[in-house]
T-cell receptor
């Protein structure tokens, strides 16, 4: 069954710390995406990838890096986390219609 | 400015009633549109897509697209309490290719009252 799995599901981080959010898909999709969801802003695209080794900036990339080491895995990295990055993060995969994971709730204190 | 704008922000309908959600794009490059639904505590799930002018019906759900006005709507007839969710409109310039980016609106919160 097609699936996108995110880890961790919940994370509390300290300001200035490094945070890595992980995403795994078993759908053999070329495209993978990271979005954040905030009330009043909907889903905003942070980074995306065409395939292993590629990463592209989305609409709000500042403060975030991404890594796609394989077809299955796509990570979002916050090198120096800030309270403004407190949000719910969604990973998705798909070459047209997207399949989303269940989300990671991140709190930066 | 949001490239994909949705209205209303929230909507309440009685069980069995009709819910109508609207979406307008400000970017004429957008050719492909989707509706996604998100229940509380879950990730968004694709509800239906529409790429051609006119209506597309799937069960109780009907989407309508007017490319000339860049307007998409979703109509839910015989609304059920389980339809209560956040509904997103999403748009894309490309389909099924590398670099396909889906841009989402801020959502419409639908509440169906028993």
């Amino acid at each position: 069954e097609a699936a996108v799995t995110q880890s961790p599901r919940n994370k509390v981080a300290v300001t200035g710390g490094k945070v890595t959010l992980s995403c795994n898909q078993t759908n053999n999709h070329n495209n993978m995406y990271w979005y954040r969801q905030d009330t009043g802003h909907g889903l905003r695209l942070i980074h995306y990838s065409y395939g292993a080794g590629s990463t592209e900036k989305g609409d709000i990339p500042d403060g975030y890096k991404a890594s796609r080491p394989s077809q299955e895995n796509f990570s979002l990295i916050l090198e120096l986390a800030t309270p403004s990055q407190t949000s719910v993060y969604f990973c998705a995969s798909g070459d047209a219609t997207l399949l989303f994971g269940e989300g990671t709730r991140l709190s930066v204190l | 400015q949001q490239k994909v704008q949705q209205s209303p922000e929230s909507l309440s309908v009685p069980e069995g009633g009709m819910a109508s959600l609207n979406c307008t794009s400000s970017d004429r490059n957008f050719q492909y549109f989707w509706w996604y639904r998100q229940h509380s505590g879950e990730g968004p799930k694709a509800l239906m897509s529409i790429f051609s002018d006119g209506d597309k019906k799937e069960g109780r759900f009907t989407a309508h697209l007017n490319k000339a006005s860049l307007h998409v709507s979703l109509h839910i007839r015989d609304s059920q309490p389980s339809d209560s969710a956040l509904y997103f409109c999403a748009a894309s310039e490309l389909y099924g290719s590398s670099g396909n980016k889906l841009i989402f609106g801020i959502g419409t919160l639908l509440s169906v009252k028993p």
